[in-house]
Nanobody, 123 residues
Framework: VQLQAFGGGLVQAGGSLRLSCAAPGLPYSYPVMGWFRQAPGKEREFVSTINWSGDSTYYADSVKGRFTISRDNAKATVYLQMNSLKPEDTAVYYC?????????????????WGQGTLVTVSS
C-alpha cells in the first residue's frame, strides 16, 4: 500500500493550503483515513480522521473550526483543507490508513503511512 501526501508549502499566517493524500486501491480495504503532523522537536500528533463514507469526522482541538477533512473514494484521495493557518501549524503532515472501520486518534492504530509533506506558516 502506497500513500502519497502532497500540497504542502510556505504560507503566511492567516492563509490556506489544501493537502491531498492519494491512496490507490485503499477505500475498500482501509475505511478510516487520518492526518497527523510532526513539528520540529515534537512528537507526531493527531490532526483529523474520517470514516469510509465521509459522514463522520473528528478533529484535534487545536485545528477544530479551521481544518476540514474530506475524501473522494472514486479518486481514492483524502483531503485536508487548512484555513486560518497559524505559525504553530508548521509541521510535516502525514496521511495514514486504518484497516478497522472504527475511528482512532492513536498513531499505532493506523496500518499504513505516507511520506510527509512540509507545511511552513510564517508570521
Amino acid at each position: 500500500v502506497q500513500l502519497q501526501a502532497f500540497g504542502g508549502g510556505l504560507v503566511q499566517a492567516g492563509g490556506s493550503l489544501r493537502l491531498s493524500c492519494a491512496a490507490p486501491g485503499l477505500p475498500y480495504s482501509y475505511p478510516v483515513m487520518g492526518w497527523f503532523r510532526q513539528a520540529p522537536g515534537k512528537e507526531r500528533e493527531f490532526v483529523s480522521t474520517i470514516n469510509w463514507s465521509g459522514d463522520s469526522t473528528y478533529y484535534a482541538d487545536s485545528v477544530k473550526g479551521r481544518f476540514t477533512i474530506s475524501r473522494d473514494n472514486a479518486k481514492a484521495t483524502v483531503y485536508l483543507q487548512m484555513n486560518s493557518l497559524k505559525p504553530e501549524d508548521t509541521a510535516v503532515y502525514y496521511c495514514a490508513a486504518r484497516k478497522s472501520s472504527l475511528r482512532s486518534t492513536k498513531l499505532n492504530e493506523y496500518d499504513y503511512w505516507g511520506q510527509g509533506t512540509l507545511v511552513t506558516v510564517s508570521s
